[in-house]
């Protein structure tokens, strides 16, 4: 599941980078193009930002979510106010944005973290089946 998930992802990804590319050469970058790239943009950003973060610090998990959280916050809201996607006004929408897709996310770690542990333990559990039929 977690194969196609990701695979659509990306095909998803492939096909809207695609199809706008050929909408830049036609039409020129219209404001619906220009989110998307911002967006991609954004998401590339924050990535860099995550794996940078998962290399250089070790915490436990809720704790790393919750500063995770605040560091994804503040670059959303930077980047937001840079493009033009807040104002000062209205900059807790960041937080509401950045919760829904952090809890979105975290399901889906969840989800993954589940099936690695249950095909971790079958492993276990054959490799001491194998071990005790040895002796």
């Known amino acids: 599941m977690k194969k196609v ?30 989110l998307v790239f911002e967006l991609f943009g954004l998401a590339l950003i924050i990535s860099v930002s995550n794996y940078l973060y998962d290399e250089l610090v070790s ?18 809201m930077l980047f937001g106010f840079i493009v033009g996607w807040f104002f000062p006004s209205n900059f ?9 897709v952090l809890l979105m996310s ?12 249950d095909y971790i333990n079958k492993k276990i559990s054959s490799r001491d089946k194998k071990i005790a039929e040895e002796k």
Do not use: N, Q
């Not at 975290?106 to 989800?111: A, G, N, Q, R």
């Open 5 to 34: 998930l990701r695979d659509t992802c990306l095909l998803a990804s492939l096909m809207i980078l695609s199809v706008f590319g050929l909408s830049i050469i036609w039409s020129g970058i219209t404001a619906e193009i220009k």
């Open 59 to 76: 915490l436990s998990i809720i704790l790393s979510y919750i500063i995770k959280y605040f560091l994804i916050s503040a670059i959303v």
């Open 92 to 100: 807790w929408m960041v937080f509401i944005y950045v919760g829904v």
């Open 106 to 117: 975290y399901f889906l770690d969840s989800f993954r973290i589940k099936k690695d542990i």
